[in-house]
Each structure stands twice: as structure tokens, then as C-alpha cells.
């Protein structure tokens, strides 16, 4: 079911109580199995009662779930499949959330940050979670080190994650009585609390705003531009009247302006090699569309970012498609929101 009010915010929901409890997880698994590999702790469970409430506030999602016990994974062939580059932000406010290799248990109000374009490997008990689907491009360039948060805990007891987590849950209780331009106009703050709850201070990013307002616009140009043969650091910093070195600075955090804009035409591949309307297309073509003259080193670094070979990423795109049995009609549209967040 998904509402449309007029100004209002768009809200999309599954609900799989009432159902069999196998017929339940299929449904869910249809749904969340795009981006995730799920187990349940039960071979046929009885009843698996899920309710999952989205809200889309333009470049971001707002979700509420409440899931039963299962083991969820999001592996490297996950991550080649659906090509998202998104923070999820998630605020546990009932059960447990704990780690199948490493990494810490969330307990009720603890925060987890997870890197969408980073495998993970979790399971958790019966939990109500509320949390926030970002792009890397709105909160990376806010964080010291966006690249090393696979799976990052925030502790209930810190300050700065409690403040967070009142805001978010404050945030969420007015959604449905707020028109959707009200709540694109908290996002900024929300955004800036969310990074200065992960960098563990407010520092100069969160206060000043002025290097960080740079960096948003030279990030932005840079996405707009990705395809564009001659966008080196040289022309990006005459665009924007800087010299080399206050722009090396801008991007420190990000290992230099030129990894920057690498690693994006590397993400930037793999949404391409896991587009079916793409299919057609060589490889070698879509690489060197993003400035890849030498096919072996393309190869080399695309394995290095993604974890797996272009070839790999496009069959296994391939085959995600192939294996689910709804069509995007039949899903919930925020099914469809997540997907267009690439």
C-alpha cells in the first residue's frame, strides 16, 4: 500500500501479518532479498510478522521496520548485483542486533551506521528499528574517513548518538502530520548531526560550513561530469578558481581529489554493468566511456574496489534478475525507491 497526499509525504508499507509464516517470508524476501541475503532461525516458522513503513523525503528514505529473528548478510555478490551507494542509519529501539563474524551487538537505543557498499554479516532477534537511507554523495563528504565504516556502532550512553537518536525518533513521530517540504527542510540538520555523531565530535566540518559547502559543490560538478574525459584535478580546480593544493585539502579525508573521482567512476561502472538495459554493451565500452583506456587495469582496480570482476558483477546482476518471481508492479513501491537511489 503506498499513499500519495497531496504536499504531504509519500509512505509506502508492507505487512506481512495474517499470512503463513512461509508464504510471510517469501513475501519479505522478495522484497529486501535484492539487497540482502536473509536466513530465518526457523526452517518453517509459524507466523513471520513484518511490517515495513517507508517515507520518501526525495534524495532520502525514512523506514520504520519491525522484523522477527533472521540472519541478514549483504555480500560482495549482494553489492555487485544492486550497485547501491548508500549510508543506512539505523536506530534500535526494540530487541538485538549482533554479529555473525565480528563487529559489536546493538542493544536498544544503540545506533548502527552501515556502508552499503561494504559487505556485513548480522543477525538479530525480534527488533524495531527506525533508520535512514542517505547517499554517500549527502554524508560522505561530512565524515573524516567515509570510506571506513563498514559497520560503525554508536553506544546508547554517548551524548552525541543520544542526541541523534531523540532527534530521529522526534523526527519520526511528526512525519505523518508534516507536509513533504517541511521535511526536506530538516534534512541538512539531520545530516550534520548524523556526521558529528560518527566523527565523535563537532569540529570544523559541522561548525564553519564553508569547507564543507565547497566540497558539496566540487562533489556534485564532479558526479555531473563523471563521464567527461578531461575531468583530471587540474580542470577541476581551475572550475572552481582554486589551486591544486587547497583542492588536495578539500579532499584529504577521501585520499586525494583524484581517488575521488576513480573510486566514482568505478561505483559509476557497476551501476551500468547492473543495468539490464546495458546488457548489450561491451564491457570494454562502458569502461572506457569512464575514461578506462587499458582494459587489464580497469580490471584490476574495478576488482579491488568492488571484490568482484566487471564480468561477475553483470551475471550476477543478471542472474538477481532472473531469480525474482514478482515483477516491480507487484512489490511495494518502496522497493522501487531503494532501487532508484543508486
Known sequence: MTEHPVNGIPHSILDTRGLPGKQAFALWQEHISRYYDLRT????????????????????????????????????????????????????????????????????????????????????????????????????????????????????????????????????????????????????????????AINGAVGEEQAGGIRLAMTDRICSYINAHILDPNLTPESIAGRFGMTRRNLSYLFESYGGVAAYVRRKRLSSIRVALSDPARKGQSIEAIAEAHGFKHYRSFALAFHKHIGLTPREVRARSLEGKALSSMSCDDLAEWAQWLEFMK
Open 41 to 196: 532461525q526457523k526452517e518453517h516458522p509459524h507466523a513471520f510478522n513484518v511490517r515495513a513503513d517507508f517515507w520518501h523525503l526525495g534524495n532520502v528514505l525514512f523506514a520504520d521496520f519491525r522484523v522477527p529473528p533472521q540472519d541478514w548478510s549483504r555480500s560482495r555478490a549482494c553489492i555487485g548485483r544492486d550497485g547501491l551507494d548508500l549510508f543506512m542509519i539505523q536506530v534500535l529501539t526494540t530487541g538485538w542486533n549482533g554479529p555473525r563474524d565480528s563487529g559489536g551487538t546493538a542493544r536498544p537505543g544503540d545506533i548502527l551506521v552501515c556502508d552499503m557498499a561494504q559487505p556485513t554479516n548480522r543477525r538479530g532477534g525480534d527488533n524495531h528499528a527506525l533508520t535512514l537511507f542517505l547517499p554517500r554523495n549527502l554524508l560522505g563528504p561530512r565524515l573524516k574517513a567515509p570510506d571506513e565504516h563498514p559497520l560503525r556502532l554508536l553506544p546508547a550512553h554517548d551524548p552525541l548518538a543520544a542526541l541523534l537518536r531523540d532527534h530521529l525518533l522526534g523526527f519520526h513521530a511528526r512525519l505523518s502530520g508534516m507536509l513533504l517540504g517541511q521535511a526536506q527542510a530538516v534534512i541538512p540538520a539531520t545530516v550534520q548531526l548524523i556526521a558529528a
